[in-house]
């Protein structure tokens, strides 16, 4: 049996113990300050004193939650856009080499077939027509270089196929045109087959000489129609006739000497004047009578105060 004085120390113990608990309920959160110095434990020894400890229930704080960063590999499905289909691709742009502009003819030299300079110097434009043959060549390029005189030639696709020489010295010399390819009656023709002549002209004399014709052009036997002209004038060219036609084709059994043609030449001076002659002889008679008038052709016309140019005194 306990004793009286344990059974006190335990009634004391159970009356503390129900004080605190009265407390705890409350809500104060706090009690005042006690001290079990002395209290016996259940063993019926006194508990060490010290200070009283706080018995104040603090609430539990809520932890935080953070949300968690994105692993790798799901940053990479957030981030990375969608890949759109591949545009297709445009074709380089293709890159064409422009031919040779053809400069702006003079509206003046359109619509008429020119047979004089216009000027009032007193200058002679001398011009060659190159077709048959070239017999007289070497006579007349020797006779225009001794005298420092320039000249105009006008050639065609047959003369340079069959003297490529001699086209190559002419066209080194002086300013070429183009007299068609074959020489024919271009007003019997159709527009295709005058064009035609006209361009197979052309290529044949570049290919020879390696020279343009271009602007430059004369109808064979001087026939044509403003129809015919137009056509040429579309292609680029402007049409040069003469002032004078020396004849000297006709040869001595066509009536003509080298008189002939001296005195014809000198005759019709003017301002501006431009003379036709032939590089070839005549094909019955086989004289080249242009060849040799050329030289008193040019002393008697300097003796009246004439200088000589080529067709670019045209300004083309």
Known sequence: MRSPRQVAALALTVSVLAVTAACGSSGTGATGPSSTAGVPTTSGRSSTSG???????????????RPSAPSPSTRASVTTRPTSAPRPTAPAPTRTTPGPVTPALPAHLLGTVVSRIPTTS????????????????????????????????????????????????????GRIGNHTDKHPHLTTLSDAAVRTEVA??????TAVTGRSAKPLFRFPFGEYTAHTLSLVNGMGYVAVGWTVDTLGWKGTSGGQ???????????????????????GSNPDDHTTLDAGALPQVISQLRSYGYSFVTLSALGI
């Open 51 to 65: 200070p009283a400890t706080s018995t104040t229930a603090h609430p539990t704080p809520t932890p935080t939650v």
């Open 122 to 173: 007193k200058v002679v434009a001398l011009t060659f027509d190159a077709g048959a043959n070239g017999d007289g060549v070497p006579a007349i390029l020797a006779t225009l270089q001794a005298q420092h005189v320039p000249a105009s030639f006008y050639l065609t696709g047959d003369f340079v196929r069959a003297f490529p020489t001699l086209a190559r010295q002419l066209a080194a010399y």
């Open 200 to 205: 197979n002209g052309a290529a044949a004399i």
């Open 257 to 279: 000497s080298v008189s002939t043609v001296v005195s014809r030449v000198v005759a019709a001076r003017t301002p501006g004047e431009i003379v036709l002659m032939h590089v």
